[in-house]
């Protein structure tokens, strides 16, 4: 499985931005996917998780209720929509895929995610 992560870019404090993650390759099977981040000096975080139905899922204190993640139709492409962001948001952002998976499962662990995208730089200026 290839993913490919983008939508970042620089926006101002109390603004809007959406990030997209397409996968591509075994996108017949169910996945779980999320997005991570990783700020200059810090380690990489857990940012927000969806189940391949997208019936769950799961982010972080620090996102919840500025934050949703969603997936298309099609299933193979993920969005995360980031609403009043603050500049503590900024980082690269990644998305990973894990499974396949038979349930609605999703996982906030990083070391069970097997696939990972490029990531995509968002900057949140003050």
């Known amino acids: 499985v290839q993913l490919q992560a983008s939508g970042g870019g620089l926006v101002q404090a109390g603004g809007s931005v959406r990030l997209s993650c397409v996968a591509s390759?075994?996108?017949?099977?169910?996945?779980?996917m999320s997005w991570f981040r990783q700020a200059p000096g810090k380690e990489r975080e857990f940012v927000a998780a969806i189940s391949w139905g997208g019936a769950s899922t799961w982010y972080a204190d620090a996102v919840r209720g500025r934050f949703t993640i969603s997936r298309g139709d099609a299933k193979n492409t993920m969005y995360l929509q980031m609403n009043s962001l603050k500049p503590e948001d900024t980082a690269v952002y990644y998305c990973?895929?894990?499974?396949?998976?038979?349930?609605?499962?999703?996982?906030?662990?990083?070391?069970?995610?097997?696939?990972w995208g490029q990531g995509t730089q968002v900057t949140v200026s003050s």
């Open positions: 390759g075994r996108t017949s099977e169910n996945y779980a």
């Open positions: 990973a895929a894990s499974g396949p998976y038979y349930s609605d499962y999703c996982t906030t662990v990083a070391d069970e995610y097997d696939y």
